[in-house]
């Protein structure tokens, strides 16, 4: 069975300031794709930054970075210089022969 | 940009009653997905079509089937609705690729069932 797992319910993190979400997952296939999507409160789930497995080099989206360990299956997405607007439930979700999601990150920005 | 729309943002059903959660993409998408997302549990799978008239089971389809006529539509039904069906429902659309899986989410449906 493929599973997705976040180990932090609830984070916060003061505005300017990085934070790291943990997510790790369980799979026997070799070739697959890793997600992080974000849910601000009352609106549309939308893609942060993806990664390919086969890929060596960690994904980057402006504030947005990843840590990739295939190793380990672990997939961390680091977030610099925290916004207000960045408040927002955090899923990590794994595509391979089906469709993962984690149980999710709530994250706070505090001002 | 990809649009995913949902036929209905709040919807109140009682205990066994039919109901029908419609979802359109015009992206021309070949996977539609419906999710139930409930807290603690994240977004769990119910059902995914990766064509007109095919469909494949997710983690949870018992109480739900799905139908697909046309590739942009993508309807989830419970044929007799339950207390324990009360979910957020969250569709989703996308194409299958070495470069993709991306999956576009609509705005959601939060069905309670009385």
């Known amino acids: 069975a493929q599973t997705v797992t976040q180990s932090q319910p609830e984070m916060s993190v003061q505005e300017a300031e990085t934070v790291t979400l943990s997510c790790t997952y369980d799979t026997s296939e070799n070739n697959y794709y890793l997600f992080w999507y974000k849910q601000p409160p009352s609106r549309q789930m939308i893609l942060v930054i993806r990664?390919?497995?086969?890929?060596?080099q960690n994904a980057t989206e402006n504030r947005f970075s990843v840590n990739f360990q295939k190793a380990a299956k672990s997939f961390s997405l680091k977030i610099s210089d925290s916004q207000l607007g960045d408040t927002a439930m955090y899923f990590c979700?794994?595509?391979?022969?089906?469709?993962?999601f984690g149980t999710g990150t709530s994250l706070t920005v505090i001002p | 940009d990809v649009k995913v729309t949902q036929s209905s943002r709040y919807l109140v059903k009682r205990t066994g009653e039919k109901v029908f959660l419609e979802c359109v993409q015009d992206m021309d998408h070949e996977n539609m997905f419906w999710y139930r997302q409930d807290p603690g549990l994240g977004l769990r799978l119910i059902y995914f079509?990766?064509?007109?008239?095919?469909?494949e089971k997710g983690d949870i389809p018992e109480g739900y089937s799905v139908s697909r006529e046309k590739k942009e539509r993508f309807s989830l039904i419970l044929e007799s609705a339950s207390t324990n069906q009360t979910s957020m429902y969250l569709c989703?659309?996308?194409?299958?690729?070495?470069?993709?899986?991306?999956?576009?989410f609509g705005p959601g449906t939060r069905l309670t069932v009385t």
């Open positions: 979700a794994f595509t391979g022969n089906q469709f993962y």
């Open positions: 989703a659309s996308g194409n299958p690729g070495p470069l993709s899986y991306e999956q576009y």
């Open positions: 079509s990766y064509d007109v008239k095919m469909k």
């Open positions: 990664q390919e497995a086969y890929k060596q």
